[in-house]
């Protein structure tokens, strides 16, 4: 995902959980944060555990890295299992291992 808040990404920046030069073919230049890092992980988790009223997600942007999906999920999992709620996301792209998380993709988006 791209990160669009100036406060949020300078302190993704901060803590080196950016990809380089946001992933591939330099888009977005150093905008796209770096979920198989635990700790990024973590500060997500942080940043998104105020919001209850969140019933799923729609993941859109993750191709930056080929596991970044992966890692999207894992945070977003983390904070739902904390919320004692169900799990649930919709990606538009697909990572091996999303299945055990609860993740579906979609086969097209018109």
Known sequence: ???????????????AWVLPNGGT?????????????A????????????SKV??????VGGDTNYYTYLGWNMAERRVFTHLQKR?????????PG???LGAV????DT
Not at 1 to 15: D, F, M, N
Not at 105 to 108: I, K, S
Request: proline share 3%; hydrophobic share 45%; no cysteine.
């Open 54 to 59: 969140m019933s799923f997600w729609w993941n």
């Open 105 to 108: 993709a979609l086969t097209g």
């Open 1 to 15: 995902p791209t990160i669009g808040s100036a406060e949020h990404l300078a302190e993704l920046v901060k803590y």
């Open 87 to 95: 799990f649930m996301s919709m990606n538009d792209g697909w990572t």
């Open 39 to 50: 700790d990024a992980r973590g500060w997500y988790f942080q940043l998104e555990n105020t």
């Open 25 to 37: 073919g330099n888009y977005p230049a150093n905008r796209s944060m770096n979920f198989l890092d």
């Open 98 to 100: 999303m299945a055990v």
